[in-house]
């Protein structure tokens, strides 16, 4: 086991009919802007549970952040907050809405243009304390320091963490999902899924505890996550998706393991270039990095067969194959289709892609030995 | 799955040569009273680490904290706490070491007698900030806001929480296993797995990762911990039994589900009357509680026979009791006697144990029908 260090301080609050304990976690003396996105939470009932439990409080509200959060957007919220003296931010989203509102809350404190702790690897520290009120699982964002953000003017897509970004609460109420488009569960479980396997279809790290408590994270979701297409009223259900996709990236699991992150560096690529979901970027591009780093994977994607997917048949190699097709085999029984060519990208995108990489001299994966060449490997691989 | 609410601010420092990082984990500016127990810190090297990585803060210390700290020893600290302005407290040892330091930290700001706070179950919300440098590996209190309290005159042993109470940070480094007595590792072991069980062998919760995870440690200490007792100084097996004994008791695996606790409310009984160390009561009592609860927990314990001993041949009733069985094989491969009469306590204390709870008018067990005749049926079971 690897040394770490570990700290999260945001309070989890999770249940249903939780969203009213609004008033008792925001100290009345705050001014909160109340950011949101599309508009479904004045169509589900959010906004009223929200408005309702604030009542007595001083309230503003920014909305129309889009998924992959667009910096201009962000970058007027900023002004306003500004403006209107904001002390609070409180996220009321799914993964899009807290990253864009991490952001704004980091901006509020930054000197200068803050493109620039984004456009390169950046010590931050400070923010305007921020909460979160969960609509759409998937990102783990609600209990986490990370943001991802968009840039489309340079077709950009960029993240930065920041510890004064932990949310200081996340209100998770699973009959949220009741409402959520078949499509967004169906990124949700993918996502989370796919950050579970980042940190744990590495290497033999002697982590015994963080293995079974990933292959229990695989394990729900490949049993929970076809009923949820299915039915997506089921409590139980709903309560242990949202459980797993805010245990899948907040810490817990990735405490003295490896890391590899690749299938995100290069799905982030797609959506830069062609706006696809995150989590059918990770769905198409997962199966070839596996694929392509079987050899440096062996020992754990065996492991990962037989523990998730109970495939113990064959010579190491034809379990391998198996564990491979069950993966892509899970995402596809989600309703996703997950080739290149589903979505009419082709060669040229992949040499850009490679090309990105190659520029920034940037190596993937968790043992930093994915080289641009491997990355167009993985995506003719999926194409 | 139940609602909950979950926050743990501490900040774990994991691994081997971490404890030089305290210079850099309290501000110089404060007065930090070391607290330590009888001694071994001076032998084991863990003293001069400490020493070392505090050169140039102000220091003073306070040693002879007993296993089961005791009243009136923690009052001398606090009584010398105060003199001398005391604003910062480093527990430097295992659960005892830390629990009596969260009493100290809790009694400095505390008006009145405090024992108050330990008589009855009352709200305590402030303390002097602590951390720790753990030396022993069993009670969790390292990542948690309990703590546990005797008072030898009056042969009583009381707990408390307080979140004032979680450690700011806590150091864990695995090496410092390699020298301690295997008496030690071997209640570490057993504490730690009758922490988890107490959480997870109730009924189904419909929290299926959290079961998972509670499997996750479980099958882990069977794994390691006849290995560990065998040979302490296996790097891997060190740093995954440490890590065990955190994620047990941090919260992490409690999340919406039912607790049951039986096992230590009656283990803490016999500790206070006979002074038998904490884990050797829980190997005793736990499989008592299991056979005589077996109805209740029927469900759940073919689960954790199935999932965490492999158990899955003969009829329902066979396999419960070949998994208490397997329990107990489990105690008693880490070299520790099971029953009361190994320990030469007989009928009276089971009846002045029964009485106690009859007396409390405090019904045991995660459905709260552990009667104080039923206590007395667990007790005759492992006499």
Known sequence: MNNFVFQNPTKLVFGKGEIAQLAQLIPTDKKIMITYGGGSIFKNGIYDQ??????????AEFGGIE????????????????????????????????????????ALKWEGDPWQFLAKPMRVTEAVPLAAVLTISATGSEMNNGSVISRREIKEKRFFFNDACYPQFSILDPTV????????IANGVIDTFVHVVEQYVTFDNKAYIQDYWAEGILKTLVEIGPKLIADQHDYDNCANFMYAATMAL???????????WATH??????TALHGL??????????PGVISVMREDKREKLLQYGERVFGITQGSEDERIDQTIAATADFFRSLGV?????DYNIGDDTIEEIANRFDARRFMLGEKGNITPDKVREILHTVK
């Open 50 to 59: 929200v408005k309702e439990a604030l009542k007595g409080h001083t309230v």
């Open 67 to 106: 998924p992959n959060p667009e910096f201009e957007t962000l970058m007027r919220c900023v002004a306003q907050c500004r403006e209107q003296g904001i002390d609070f931010l409180l996220a009321v989203g799914g993964g899009s809405v807290i990253d864009g509102t991490k952001f704004i809350a980091t």
């Open 177 to 184: 999902l009741y409402s959520l488009p078949k499509k967004q």
């Open 250 to 260: 907040n810490g817990f699991i990735v405490m003295g393991v490896a890391q590899d």
């Open 265 to 270: 560096m290069i799905g982030q690529e797609i």
């Open 277 to 286: 979901d995150h989590g059918v970027t990770l769905a198409i591009v997962y």
């Open 337 to 341: 289709a997950i080739r290149l060519s």
